[in-house]
Nanobody, 121 residues
């Protein structure tokens, strides 16, 4: 089970930190990622981090603004979002998969319930 938190309303240029706690027996078996789903759009990949935190990957429009990290001792994954823009408004979902390619493609079966992020003045 994956449970996200940390969403909310923020002004353009502001920051938010999303958290996801994973109730997974062997958290280090899983690569973890974040996706988002905006109204009227397809769900899209945002960021992913491998099982030991050594490698990460970002969607181009968030690279340099968003940063993914994980704490394996706490079964947690985070998404630090800086310089937020109105187009970042979406429901953000945490996801995990033992297969990196399947995770980045959004084909995993392991999803959280989502947390709403709204960027507006």
């Amino acid at each position: 089970q994956l449970v996200e938190s940390g969403g909310g309303l923020v002004q353009p240029g502001g920051s938010l930190r999303l958290s996801c706690v994973a109730s997974i027996p062997t958290f280090t078996d899983y690569n973890m990622g974040w996706f988002r789903h905006a109204p009227g759009k397809e769900r899209e990949f945002v960021a992913a981090i491998d099982w030991n935190g050594y490698n990460d990957h970002y969607e181009p429009t968030v690279k340099g603004r968003f940063f993914i990290s994980r704490d394996n001792a706490k079964n947690m994954v985070y998404l630090q979002m800086n310089n937020l823009k109105p187009e970042d408004t979406a429901i953000y979902y945490c996801a995990g998969d033992s297969n990196w390619g399947r995770l980045v493609a959004g084909l995993t079966d392991y999803w959280g319930q989502g947390t709403q992020v709204t960027v507006s003045s």
